[in-house]
């Protein structure tokens, strides 16, 4: 990923500054995340000028969701564990939310898990910022006993909280 690939950075007195542009902070482009860089350029009269930029490396777990990212994970409980509370179900989920524009966290709620039972199968959860309710996103709990769940033509195998699936088509 080209980090100056996109930006412009000129003077009327020195023209072209893209080489003169330092770059604060780091990118991970192998891990998820949200990033924060801060752009500087100073000209030959010293005038300095900073942006900030932020970039979302997603793995599938991350949301734009109005003027919040929505970031969580799906997971897998064994029945044995017991029936989880929604604090628990957000923690195993990592599921947490920021501001858009300022990146400040949030809090989360789940909104939906109506159907949610300490039983082996597949449930989805529906969570959301606790300020903007209709700001929701989902993520899948996976419930096994031993080692394999089975839900009609649905079949899971879950370990280490990795959670494989196959569709019958």
């Known amino acids: 990923y080209d980090l100056k690939g996109d930006i412009i950075a ?8 893209i080489d003169k542009v330092v770059i604060e902070g780091s990118l991970d482009t192998n891990k998820a ?44 409980t064994n029945v044995n564990d017991g029936l989880l509370d929604n604090s628990d179900i957000l923690s195993k989920a ?8 300022d990146l400040e966290e949030v809090d989360v709620i789940i909104t939906d898990n109506s159907n949610y039972q300490n039983q082996v199968g597949n449930y989805k959860f529906t ?37 494989l699936s196959l569709y019958d088509v």
Do not use: C, M
């Not at 030959?44 to 990212?69: K, M």
């Not at 990592?94 to 524009?101: D, N, P, Q, T, V």
């Open 10 to 17: 000129t003077d009327v007195e020195d023209g072209d500054l």
């Open 33 to 76: 995340g949200i990033y924060q860089l801060r752009y500087v350029v100073t000209d030959s009269d010293y005038n300095r000028v900073s942006r900030t930029r932020t970039i979302i490396v997603d793995d599938g777990s991350i949301q734009i969701v109005g003027d919040y990212i929505l970031q969580a994970y799906n997971f897998a």
């Open 94 to 101: 990592k599921a947490k939310a920021w501001a858009l524009y």
């Open 127 to 163: 969570f959301a910022v606790e300020q903007e309710p209709t700001s929701i996103s989902n993520f899948l709990v996976t419930v096994y006993e031993n080692d394999v769940s089975t839900t009609k033509d649905n079949y899971s195998i879950a370990a280490n909280h990795v959670t």
